[in-house]
């Protein structure tokens, strides 16, 4: 036998050996009997440590929700992978519906990979619930009947600290400087503001945008200082913020800084003594209701930290969806679009519950404005955060602070 | 006056990046071998120097992380790099660059991705301001560590016995060792420092940005475009490109914001056009 046909031999066992490997599994696959669902989020980049909490809490929504019987008596599996970048999360998203056989998709932070997703959910009409996504477009323009939005909408997040602004007299005639993340998300934050302080009679005197990858925020706060403001103001995401913050208190620039984004695990990260100013979120670890309690406290006796805001959306969309599968008995997407356009109502752990609002699918819930305790006042390196009240109040319509009919061009 | 402050502020930045870029520099100068693990080195030294300031405070953990990962330094030369100094440069980059992926996942792994939050003490923060120019004070103190590093080297390389035995390795390593010296203990000591100042880097920048696991990639990127355009073989070229990159990013983030972290990059094209050795590259036989 001459080498050369050895090798052949050699190639051949190994493309069978490869096949098998590759092929038998997918036919067992297809036989199990759980519920498949099909999860992307950022692990890498300038999002990935949110995307870590994201999938520390979807998993224990998924342990709880197995540990209970799952669904319909049929165990459920979340397949997570990390989006990596728009593109990729569209073709993991289109490989995950058409070989690993997820029923509907979930997931996502960034608002870019977010908009692709869904362009590939509708192209396959399946159901994909945008959880940590914030970029108003994604429920206005580019809306679609297959994609429920769980996150704040970034005009949310502007009012949230708008109102907390407004009352602080922080608005009407003051200069704003503002810094903004140069992508989809950004740009989108940008307008919301823009549309706040036009409103409100702020004056906008400059803004500059950000590449996602900036870690040097020097020439910036040069100009900042320059262009002397009464307010800065960030549109920034993910790192982006935690540097700005550190640099700015290093930097010791004497005006306010007020923010339309920041998780809480970037202010972690950015440490007390650095973060000052008045910020929105979506959830916080200190709010208290028994539902957040249980969820904090299983969380951290797991994980040895509180949970992040993503971990909780997570832990509650996964929940929700579990929910709809149960009421309706299916994973059929139609049914479980049908579902939530009914306007059901969801427990999310806060005082008031959430439902999807029928004409753009989005989760109408409560936010919060936080601002930073006193030094001194925190009993650990999480505590450092003070939690204002919900907004709405509790007498008014969750709908105040959500974008319009007339202001959102979404049509499906 | 607004562009003149931009310049400044350019100046202090580039001193940062001359930290991380003159190790690479060396490295690859001496042993021709572009070590795309650098960047590790520098996120190494920031999580250590974040683990270190834990139990003995800021100013150890600035002294200490460097020592250690410079330690560190030392077995990677002896095991992994030493293998490669003759043998195709692409292995070599290959090697570094899987070893730089290893690293940031085992920082993954050891210490999660979410950002560890690292404070300076409270007597370096704040502003300096000097004619009219706004300063941190931190930075300033930053920078004159970087110039004393940077005379130390200096020093090093010559006027002193080891530099010149460095120097001649650079430009004719057949001949250094037709004299009978052996390279290898030099490019032991030239990795260990090299390595060490990174990691010099990264602790002192803990305290500005993030202490991620990715801050090494983000580091390499821009060190390796300042070992390009000052040119293999030259102190004074390193030195050169890392304050012209600093100059260069800031002047341009105040005409065009959004194009900063495009500009220097263009700069490295310019450069490479007209000179295709860097600013001051010597011209070194082994790398034509």
């Known amino acids: ?412 | 006056m607004f562009l003149l402050e931009q310049v400044v502020n350019g100046l202090v930045l580039g001193g940062y990046y001359l930290l991380i870029a003159l190790g690479l520099s060396l490295i690859f100068s001496v042993g021709g071998v572009v070590n795309l693990a650098h960047g590790a080195f520098y996120a190494l030294g920031a999580y250590a120097s974040v683990e270190i300031a834990k139990h003995l405070g800021f100013g150890s953990a600035v002294i200490l992380s460097p020592v250690a990962v410079a330690m560190l330094g030392i077995l990677f030369e002896r095991f992994i790099l030493r293998r490669f100094y003759t043998a195709d440069p692409i292995l070599s980059l290959l090697v570094t660059f899987g070893l730089a992926m290893v690293a940031e996942q085992s920082i993954r792994v050891i210490w999660g991705a979410a950002p560890l939050s690292a404070s300076m003490p409270d007597a370096l923060r704040g502003p300096v301001i000097l004619g009219n120019f706004l300063f941190s004070r931190y930075r300033l103190t930053l920078l004159a560590i970087v110039a004393v590093v940077l005379l130390g080297v200096w020093l090093l390389l010559h006027k002193t016995s080891f530099g010149r035995v460095v120097r001649a390795g650079i430009q004719r390593p057949d001949m250094v060792a037709a004299l009978g010296i052996r390279l290898q203990p030099y490019m032991t000591t030239i990795v260990m420092l090299g390595v060490g100042m990174a990691a010099l880097g990264g602790a002192l920048f803990a305290p500005i940005t993030g202490v991620h696991p990715a801050m090494g990639a983000e580091i390499i990127t821009v060190a390796f475009v300042v070992v390009v355009i000052g040119g293999l073989g030259s102190f004074w070229g390193v030195v050169l490109a890392a304050l012209l990159v600093g100059v260069v990013r800031g002047v341009t983030i105040h005409y065009v914001a959004a194009a900063g972290e495009a500009s220097i990059y263009i700069l490295m094209f310019l450069v490479l056009l007209f000179r295709p050795r860097g600013l001051l590259g010597e011209r070194i036989e082994k790398f034509e």
Not at chain 1, 129 to 144: E, H
Not at chain 1, 145 to 169: C, E, Q
């Open chain 1, 1 to 412: 036998m001459t080498s050369n046909s050895r090798r052949s031999v050699l190639k051949g066992a190994a493309a069978i050996a490869g096949a098998s490997a590759l092929g038998l599994p997918m036919i067992a696959r297809a036989q199990s009997d759980k519920i498949k669902i099909g999860h992307l989020t950022p692990l890498t980049g300038f999002l990935g440590a949110l995307g870590e909490y994201a999938v520390m809490g979807l998993r224990i929504a998924e342990e709880e929700i197995n540990k209970a019987g799952g669904i319909m008596g049929r165990q459920l599996e979340v397949m997570s992978e990390d989006s990596v970048n728009p593109a990729t999360a569209a073709t993991k998203a289109q490989r995950m519906l058409e070989r690993d056989g997820a029923v509907v998709l979930m997931g996502e932070i960034s608002s870019a990979s977010a908009l692709t997703i869904s362009q590939v959910a509708a192209r396959n009409s399946r159901l994909f619930m945008s959880i940590g996504a914030r970029s108003d477009v994604l429920r206005g323009k580019n809306c679609n009947k297959y994609t429920f939005h769980v996150d704040i909408p970034n005009t949310v997040m502007v009012n949230a600290v708008g109102k907390a602004l407004l009352r602080d007299n922080l608005v009407r005639g003051k200069k704003f400087f503002s810094l903004t993340a140069d992508y989809v998300f950004g740009h989108d934050l940008l307008r919301a503001a823009k549309a706040f302080f036009a409103a409100n009679q702020g004056n906008l005197i400059g803004d500059e945008l950000v590449a996602t990858d900036v870690t040097d925020f020097s020439p910036y706060l040069v100009k900042v200082r320059q262009a002397n403001p009464d307010v800065v103001c960030s549109n920034l995401a993910g790192n982006q913020v935690t540097n700005l913050i550190k640099q700015y208190a290093e930097f010791g620039l004497p005006y306010p800084i007020v923010g339309f984004n920041l998780n809480t695990a970037d202010a972690w990260a950015a440490g007390e003594g650095n973060l000052s100013g008045t910020w929105p979120t979506v959830w916080h670890h200190d709010i208290d209701t028994p539902g957040s309690k249980a969820f904090v406290s299983t969380f951290t006796k797991k994980h040895g930290k509180p949970p992040e805001n993503h971990a909780w959306i997570e832990y509650v969309s996964l929940k929700m969806m579990a929910q709809a599968m149960s009421e309706t008995r299916s994973t059929d997407s139609a049914t479980l679009i049908a579902h939530f356009e009914k306007q059901a109502e969801f427990d999310i752990l806060k005082a008031r519950k959430g439902w999807f609002r029928a004409w753009d699918h989005q989760l109408m819930q409560e936010a919060y404005p936080f601002s930073v305790k006193p030094r001194g006042q925190a009993r650990d390196k999480w505590d450092f955060l003070a939690l204002g009240a919900a907004v709405p109040g509790a007498g008014e319509s969750l709908e105040i602070l959500a974008p319009t009919r007339e202001q959102n061009p979404c049509t499906m």
